[in-house]
């Protein structure tokens, strides 16, 4: 009889653990309970915070846009609370989410958290929600009880609009699927060699001729892949201030910071083609490539109008973003610039430089003062702490040649976010293979790759509270359309997610395939999101 009943439980609580097991990224401590909760037309909503504004609406939204029907506020039992408690929910970003037959209550500290509550609710409901109109009048969600936080503060995904741009919308929708899995940074790259894609009033030929590319590599601002679109056709796009203005409303609204980056002093063929005379030493006899082998691309620091160029871009940036960070790039300056440039012989021998490395930790130093003016941090690629930088200990280093870079920024005291390629570059093949889209320059990123990674060890020792989280990169080489963007992100972001939110006791990878399989998926197919579906 007793072992029945242990049997009994066992099943039943197995079978509850399936209903529940549907949230990526896995909370930290879930627990199911007895009965569900139903949604539909009656269902009323109290709130006792202006902080769930945010999480209220897209919850709502979701409902009128599936079902036709708003959740009204209302005083009634049967409905879904939303309560300020900083008492119970410690942690920022945290939520308390409590489920019952005849109510649900969220309770968080801050409006991320709230918005976190509501993004793990609908994920306990039915994919459809998900999706659009469908006309389904009733939800029912499993009763349960989940205490839920972030492991990092910093769970980042970073799309590459200048090697080919995005529409406003597929921005948007970008945006929102990261907020989907709780994630919270968008690295929005907005210019490289291929496009400046920003509108700048002050300069208005950056977007006029630096926001056209043509095809193959004749042009004077293309290089490979030929873009997307008929191969005559020269492709422009820049989003215009008031596009911007949009998009940094829109992922406010999802707990979503956006961190531009403009990538200097390299990667800068559009803002040099477009201001030569500003950007560029006329008496520079210095030819060179640079890996991604489009010549000549790097703007000069030995000119001062280099530095008056930027400090108007950047104090037009800052105004746009309200992200107490800018990034500014920093990496793969092409070995030969500025080599034949008399103007840097000059600020060499003024400053008492010995170096292309110490004219680059110049450069920064001189860029951080810039941002500090407009009230603004720097954001750079590791390479900006070869040489002996000086730099402000505020400034967020990006690691991306290997773990280890990570490490070593987080020792030197610098809040770092690891970004590795071996794990974290969406823009790699999934495996080898001719058949498949992406990169093929560094090791294949599998699902299980990216979930294998560990971004704390030992090693890293004390300065582990320096490393602020992590953050995939779909760079945009051969991203020649959404379709190719979609499968190349998907499913990965979910390991991304699980490994930024989700502590390590938690995480385990038979379980996640399960909920990626089981329901993350279901969830994509109902958005009409492309995604590899092979194991
Ligand atoms: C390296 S990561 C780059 C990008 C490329 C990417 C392609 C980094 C800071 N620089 O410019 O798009 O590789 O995988």
Redesign the pocket.
């Known amino acids: 009889m007793k072992q029945y009943l242990i049997l009994l439980l066992l099943l039943s609580s197995l079978w509850a653990g399936n209903t529940i097991d549907t949230i990526i990224p896995k909370p930290q401590k879930i627990i199911a309970n007895k009965g569900s909760f139903h949604i539909d037309r009656s269902t009323g909503c109290q709130s006792d915070t202006a902080l769930s504004k945010n999480a209220l609406t897209y919850l709502q939204s979701h409902l009128l846009k599936s079902s036709g029907f708003v959740l009204k506020a209302s005083q009634k039992e049967k409905s879904i609370h939303f309560h300020y408690n900083p008492k119970r929910v410690k942690r920022a970003e945290g939520y308390h989410l409590q489920i019952d037959h005849k109510k649900i209550l969220i309770e968080a500290r801050d409006s991320a958290g709230f918005f976190y509550g509501v993004i793990t609710l609908m994920q306990l409901m039915d994919p459809a929600i998900w999706g659009g109109k469908i006309g389904k009048k009733e939800w029912t969600i499993p009763a349960c009880t989940i205490e839920d936080y972030p492991r990092f503060q910093w769970r980042g995904m970073l799309l590459?609009c200048s090697?080919n741009y995005f529409s406003k919308a597929y921005v948007k929708k970008f945006i929102d699927r990261m907020a989907q899995q709780k994630l919270n940074r968008f690295h929005w790259h907005l210019t490289?060699d291929e496009g400046w894609r920003i509108e700048i009033k002050r300069y208005p030929k950056l977007t006029k001729i630096g926001a056209r590319r043509g095809p193959g590599t004749k042009l004077p601002f293309s290089t490979y892949p030929a873009m997307r679109g008929p191969k005559t056709n020269i492709q422009s796009g820049y989003y215009t201030q008031s596009d911007i203005r949009e998009i940094v409303a829109y992922a406010k609204a999802r707990s979503v910071e956006i961190l531009p980056e403009i990538?200097v002093p390299g990667?800068s063929k559009a803002a040099v083609t477009a201001y030569p005379e500003l950007l560029l030493d006329p008496e520079d006899k210095s030819r060179y490539r640079s890996?991604?082998r489009v010549a000549n691309n790097t703007i000069n620091p030995g000119l001062e109008s280099s530095y008056q160029f930027l400090d108007g871009v950047i104090s037009e940036v800052s105004r746009l973003f309200p992200f107490g960070y800018i990034h500014l790039?920093g990496?793969?300056v092409p070995r030969g610039a500025w080599q034949k440039s008399p103007a840097i012989q000059k600020l060499m021998r003024r400053r008492g430089l010995k170096s292309r490395r110490e004219v680059q930790n110049y450069f920064f130093g001189r860029m951080d003062k810039i941002l500090a003016r407009h009230g603004k941090k720097l954001a750079a690629?590791q390479?900006v702490l070869d040489g002996k930088p000086k730099l402000r200990k505020s400034s967020l280093i990006?690691a991306?040649k290997n773990r280890q870079a990570g490490i070593d920024a987080a020792k030197k005291g610098y809040p770092t976010v690891m970004?590795p390629?071996q794990f974290l570059?969406f823009?790699?093949q999934y495996v080898r293979s001719k058949s498949e889209p992406g990169?093929t320059?560094?090791s294949p990123v599998s699902l299980h790759k990216t979930y294998a990674f560990h971004p704390l060890s030992r090693s890293s020792g004390n300065s582990t509270r320096n490393i602020r989280g992590v953050q995939a990169?779909l760079?945009?080489?051969t991203l020649l359309n959404e379709r190719i963007a979609d499968y190349l992100a998907w499913p990965r972001v979910f390991a991304l997610a699980e490994v930024a939110w989700s502590n390590e006791e938690v995480r385990e990878w038979n379980n996640f395939e399960q909920r990626v399989y089981r329901s993350g998926m279901k969830r994509l197919k109902v958005q009409h999101i492309h995604y590899r579906k092979s194991r």
């Open positions: 590459d090697r490289d990538d990667h890996v991604q790039g990496d793969e690629w390479e990006m991306w970004a390629v570059y823009d790699q990169h320059w560094s990169c760079w945009s080489e």
